[in-house]
């Protein structure tokens, strides 16, 4: 049986591969992600950690 992983650590590890496969910050996915759910843009915290310490600074300069 494939081991589960909790929602908690399964959404941070997709939109870093979302980032790393589109290029795009994470910022900007989560962003769509509320404004789809019609959440206020910044109304879901981001994970613990820091976002830079975790994946690097995905945007581009």
Known sequence: MPESRTCSEEIPAREAHEASCSQRPL????DERERAAGLPVGAVPLPPGDLLERFGNTTPQ
């Not at 910022?27 to 989560?30: A, Q």
């Open 27 to 30: 910022f900007d996915i989560r």
